[in-house]
């Protein structure tokens, strides 16, 4: 197995730590990269969730074609965030800290951030306002954005994509906008013991590859990576009685413009079935009969040789 070791250089940054509202760090700002923190504080860890569609159900296209039929369908949490919840959960129980969840979504969200609560995590934040609604990629992590920067961050865990849409581009777009590292795909995540940097490994075609960063940075997550825990009976109901913080598109300075359908870089002309697959057919004969028959399917019908 080949091994590859990278190194992403980044100015030392200390951690983002939470302002009254978007753009105020009265210790630091996420934009000043000449501030070397001392790192003797536990870690905020943030977790970015999503509520997607069951995907173990039959879905069905809606009667406009434009997109699935949510009637009576069940909400889950993205599999691939459920690890990101579990290994925020480790890190926690090694180094200390607090883990925040943070869900976007209408508000039938909350489940999920409860449910991470359950799990263990500390704090959950439910970004719910109708203009969200309908956010492509770029809109999406312009919002998350904004979140991280006012709750404050020393590392952001997510999965690797959403298994509704698949894009997996709103890590990574959020790791640009607030201009830190970003390892994506990974299924080992170390930090170091004065939590100044981590190395993430990934695998790749030509075998593993690991990749050292300087925190804070943001990573997203892999199957594999950690086996995420059931809540325990204790857990769900403190879990019930924790309160879960909403932000608005006000509390995050978020403009109409910037965001939604409306904003949309993208648009979905129509949703349709795969086509049917053909009926398979049996060969039947010796092994020498079935080689021929197969040949001349695959020559004169297939005509993949």
């Keep these: 197995m080949t091994v590859r ?19 105020e760090h009265p210790v630091h700002s996420p934009f000043d990269r000449t501030c070397i923190h001392c790192y003797t504080f536990p870690m905020n860890i943030l977790v970015f969730i999503k509520q997607v ?76 306002d109708a203009i969200f609604e309908g956010s492509d990629a770029y809109s999406t992590a312009l919002i998350l954005s904004r979140a991280a920067r006012l709750l404050g961050y020393d590392i952001i865990l997510c999965g690797k994509n959403a298994v509704d849409n ?23 995540l170390d930090i170091s013991e004065d939590k100044k940097y981590a190395i ?27 086996k995420p825990r059931y809540a325990s009976l204790p857990g769900i109901m403190r879990a019930k009685k924790k309160e879960i913080r909403v932000l608005d598109a006000g509390a995050l300075n978020i403009q109409p413009q910037d965001v939604g359908r409306n904003a949309s870089r993208i648009s979905i002309k129509r949703l349709a079935y795969p086509p049917a697959r053909k009926k398979g057919k049996l060969l039947q004969g010796d092994s020498q009969t079935e080689v021929k028959e197969l040949i001349a399917l695959l020559t004169k019908e297939a005509k993949v040789i």
């Excluded at 070791?5 to 753009?23: D, M, N, R, V, W």
């Excluded at 459920?82 to 209408?106: C, D, P, Q, R």
């Excluded at 940075?217 to 199957?223: G, H, K, S, V």
């Design 5 to 23: 070791k990278i190194t992403i250089a980044f100015a030392p940054l200390g951690p983002s730590l939470p302002g009254k509202a978007y753009g």
């Design 53 to 128: 569609p069951d995907t173990a159900i039959g879905l069905k296209i809606n009667a406009e074609g434009m997109d699935i039929a949510y009637q009576d369908i069940p909400w889950v949490i993205n599999p691939y965030d459920e690890y990101a919840v579990e290994e925020a959960l480790l890190i926690k129980e090694k180094f200390g800290g607090n883990v925040t969840v943070v869900s976007m979504g209408h508000d039938k969200a909350a489940e999920i951030i409860r449910s991470s609560l359950a799990m263990g995590a500390d704090e959950g934040v439910h970004l719910n």
């Design 166 to 188: 698949g894009w997996g581009e709103v890590g990574a777009a959020q790791a640009e906008i607030l201009n830190i590292p970003c390892v994506s795909s990974i299924l080992k």
């Design 200 to 226: 993430a490994s990934r695998e790749i075609d030509e075998g593993l590859e690991m990749i050292q960063a300087p925190l804070p940075a943001l990573f997203t997550l892999q199957q594999g990576i950690n």
